[in-house]
């Protein structure tokens, strides 16, 4: 997911910007749904909003998507949530 996630750039304290995801998997690791966890904090900051923006892109991008899950453990990850922090990307 790392590669297909586009930290924006220029954004005044980037590396605050941690976006958590609620997402929805079907039995082959396709995302189906990716919610923002931190709805209101969306709404209200466009730093934040752009951010998580990009974060549901990378999930739904088709050369990340399907995640390589193991299917027989479906019920442990069929929900799933993925935090995306850009202090890791630097």
Do not use: H
């Amino acid at each position: 997911i790392a590669r297909c996630w586009i930290v924006p750039n220029g954004a005044r304290d980037v590396q605050d910007l941690v976006v958590d995801l609620e997402m929805k998997l079907a039995k082959d690791g396709t995302v189906l749904e990716a919610k923002v966890a931190d709805r209101a904090r969306m709404a209200r900051d466009p730093r934040f909003r752009a951010a998580a923006d990009s974060a549901q892109r990378a999930v739904l991008d088709p050369k990340c998507n399907p995640l390589p899950l193991n299917p027989e453990k479906y019920e442990e990850w069929k929900n799933l949530e993925m935090s995306f922090n850009p202090k890791d990307m630097y």
